[in-house]
């Protein structure tokens, strides 16, 4: 089975051998408080931090998933009022979860035709915290983030799809979340959180402890190269091993994007299946989630023959679940990958 659903999705094949290693080197049974864990936790910090281009002075966390991620930013890092800006499922979902903790938070939809920059905003008087989406997974629009547009406050991006498949201004942001199991390419169970010196000046002011999870009890243990709670030490190990295997992010943006030309070209040229992109300006277009809008029986029509094929595409997500497909585009998907299916929606309609 290959699949192009846009997570989970295609694990790089190299994880299996790293998940032998693992057992082979005993890493599975380290304990998260030994030398051991501390040299691995150590070495996948500093080789994130030099592949994937991030400053010196942010810090990034092991959690459990990006959903985790989003409510410990309400947690830790919201002092009074967050306002959420979104377009899509996920992120009305973390408006919906911030909404639970402080029933005050703001949040404002915007078309998805539309890009963030041209939002008409509110007073922010009140806001002390903006709540992004970079890589709107459910419709496959990507977001230009930039603190221009939002003065002093603290912002936080979820960018599950993107992280790992594309360069991200992390300077333009605080809190940088994701989940290993879409562009990263490795099974689901862990989530990373990135932050920047702001996130953890704001986390000291509000000086919150109470939840085992909280930003500043997170960051005793980092310091230590420890973690706050057992974590998957597989999956460390695997990112650890892959971000050593893989080029820098620099590269692999280049190779994301080259790859997603071949697929809009591929649309714009392809008109048998009656499918075009959902996002009508390709600058608003994510990189590496390309969401296709068509005729829904054109729409059946063709995850079902992919399935037939051995090959899964992502289906349309919440408002758009019976008129589009999506197609995920992650590192994981290599040139060979986008042929075999090229070549089987072009043969035998
Ligand atoms: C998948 C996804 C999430 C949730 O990820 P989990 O690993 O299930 O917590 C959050 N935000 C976006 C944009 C996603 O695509």
């Not at 009305?92 to 890009?115: C, L, M, R, V």
């Amino acid at each position: 089975m290959l699949s192009f659903y846009p997570g989970p999705s295609k694990v790089h094949p190299e994880a299996l051998k790293f998940i032998q290693e693992a057992f082979d080197q005993g890493i599975v049974s380290i304990n998260h408080r030994s030398a051991r864990f501390e040299e691995l936790l150590k070495d996948t910090l500093e080789i994130l931090h030099v592949q994937w281009n991030i400053p010196s002075d942010y810090t990034i966390y092991f959690v459990s998933s990006a959903t985790e991620a989003w409510e410990i930013v309400a947690q830790s890092l919201i002092e009074k009022q967050s306002l959420h800006i979104y377009n899509g499922a996920f992120g009305k979902k973390w408006a919906h979860y911030t909404q639970e903790i402080y029933p005050n938070a703001q949040s404002i939809a915007f078309d998805t035709q539309e890009g963030l920059a041209n939002m008409y905003l509110p007073s922010l008087e009140q806001v002390d915290t903006i709540c992004l989406v970079q890589s709107e997974t459910s419709n496959g629009t990507g977001q230009t983030i930039s603190r221009a547009m939002f003065g002093d406050v603290l912002i936080a991006v979820d960018a599950t799809s993107s992280m790992g498949g594309i360069e991200l201004p992390w300077n333009e942001a605080d809190v940088w979340l994701a989940s290993v199991q879409k562009c990263i390419g490795i099974p689901a169970g862990l989530g990373i959180m990135i932050c920047s010196p702001k996130a953890l000046a704001r986390a000291e002011k509000l000086g919150r402890k109470s939840h085992y999870n909280d930003v500043l009890l997170m960051e005793e243990n980092r310091q230590r190269f420890q973690t706050h709670y057992t974590p998957n030490v597989l999956s460390i190990f695997v990112l650890n091993r892959l971000t050593h295997l893989l080029p820098n992010l620099s590269i692999i943006d280049a190779q994301t994007r080259k790859k997603m030309k071949t697929w809009e070209d591929f649309w714009a040229s392809n008109t048998s299946w009656g499918l075009k992109c959902l996002i009508e300006n390709p600058v608003l277009r994510l990189p590496t989630v390309l969401a296709l809008q068509g005729d829904p029986t054109q729409i059946r029509l063709i995850q079902q023959k992919c399935l037939a094929a051995g090959i899964e595409l992502g289906k349309g997500y919440g408002d758009w679940q019976a008129n589009t497909v999506r197609i995920a585009n992650f590192p994981s998907h290599t040139e060979n990958d986008i042929q075999t299916l090229i070549q089987l929606l072009t043969h035998e309609l």
